[in-house]
């Protein structure tokens, strides 16, 4: 066998080995799945990719695209590291992963609002990646998810709050005021009270009682005076010399008692006794 020849064998076994080899390198892949088939309003979907041919720690850029059949307005929002996404937004704002740190899955949603919706119904979804310098790839399937929109928010009409007419506080009645009762004036040691004026009718003879009267009167210290209509004239003027004739007499009958009393007190004696014997013996020997 000549040398080119075993050259040529080498050289097409080492062929066969190497090209196989580097297109499984070169290509790689993602195959999608969900659990979800329904959604509804801003209910949130996870999906699963699997990956292969990828190198370990390459940095990849994915996100959700919904669409309907036959047309290529894609929508969606992905779930990134900042927030939700927009499939609309540019690449490098887009979710990025590494290759081996990453759980290959990914959270989306619809957007109703992008121009893309079309309303309620069937739309398809598929996961769109980028790699190296921004190489656009489509995951190998499609999912069927069939989205409802929300339910309208019911608007409450707001009711007219009466208003309230703030009421008065009731400000503290005044205290009573305690009435001072006048004080009574003290009567100095040197007060003397005025004498005490009574007017009593004067009889046209003078009883014992008013004789008795005016003597009480007097020995008060009082003044009696007479009044129009009873006594006639002043006591210490026209009455004058009548109550002295009373006073007199009061005084002679006084005099009599004690004399009285005093012979009454001698009888009770021996010098009364004897007297009286020496009277009777000279009336016998008159006799």
């Known amino acids: 066998m000549s040398c080119r020849r075993v050259s040529s064998i080498v050289g097409c076994v080492m062929f066969a080995f190497l090209f196989p080899f580097t297109r ?3 290509g790689r892949s993602v195959s999608i799945s969900s659990p979800v088939s329904l959604l509804f309003g801003d209910q949130e979907m996870v999906v699963t990719a699997s990956v292969s041919g990828f190198t370990e720690g390459e940095t990849v ?9 036959g047309t290529s307005n894609y929508f969606g929002l992905t779930n990134g590291t900042d927030g939700w996404v927009k499939n609309s937004a540019a690449n490098a704002s887009q979710r990025a992963v590494k290759i081996g740190q990453w759980d290959n899955t990914m959270i989306v949603k619809s957007d109703f609002a992008d121009s893309g919706y079309k309303g309620e119904g069937d739309y398809s979804f598929k996961l769109r990646y980028y790699y190296g310098s ?3 790839e489509w995951s190998l399937n499609t999912l069927t998810v069939t989205i409802n929109e929300p339910d309208p928010t019911a608007t409450s009409i707001p009711t007219s709050t009466p ?3 703030p009421t008065r506080e009731p400000t503290n009645s005044p205290e009573p005021t305690a009435t001072r009762v006048p004080e009574l004036p003290i009567l100095s040691p040197a007060y003397t009270p005025k004498p005490t004026i009574r007017r009593i009718p004067t009889p046209t003879t003078p009883s014992t009682f008013a004789i008795l009267e005016v003597t009480a009167i007097a020995s008060e210290g009082g003044v009696v005076e007479g009044s129009q ?3 006639g004239e002043d006591y210490t003027g026209g009455n004058k010399q009548a109550a002295h004739s009373w006073v007199f007499a009061l005084l002679f ?3 009599g008692v004690g004399l009285l009393a005093f012979a009454l007190a001698l009888n009770q004696t021996d010098v009364w006794k004897n007297l009286i014997e020496q009277s009777q013996k000279e009336s016998h020997s008159s006799d």
């Open 24 to 26: 499984v390198a070169a």
């Open 163 to 165: 208003t309230v007419t």
């Open 253 to 255: 009958v006084g005099v």
């Open 61 to 69: 850029y994915i996100k959700g695209a919904f669409f309907q059949n």
């Open 229 to 231: 209509a009873g006594m």
């Open 134 to 136: 921004f190489t656009p």
